[in-house]
């Protein structure tokens, strides 16, 4: 995989090959203003918090129940 074709869903597919067995959640940040990326971290279940990290906002993706 080249550095050229790499996009959100490439990185979730390496990312989630990386997650340990006991990670029990992953976070994500995106600008709000971003819905590409709201849309991308949404179409894995990842959950706004209503938190921000600086003008970043949080979601959170819960790995268990």
């Keep these: 995989l080249s550095l050229q074709h790499i996009n959100?869903?490439?990185?979730w597919d390496i990312l989630k090959l990386?997650?340990?067995e006991d990670q029990q959640?992953?976070?994500g940040?995106?600008?709000p203003?971003?819905?590409a990326?709201?849309?991308l971290y949404r179409s894995y279940g990842f959950v706004?918090?209503?938190e921000k990290?600086?003008?970043e906002v949080i979601a959170v993706l819960k790995l268990v129940p």
Excluded: H, L, M
């Design 48 to 50: 706004e918090t209503g």
């Design 18 to 20: 990386k997650v340990s």
């Design 8 to 11: 959100g869903r490439n990185v």
């Design 33 to 35: 203003e971003n819905k």
């Design 29 to 31: 940040f995106y600008e």
């Design 37 to 39: 990326a709201q849309d």
């Design 25 to 27: 959640s992953i976070v």
């Design 53 to 55: 990290d600086g003008e």
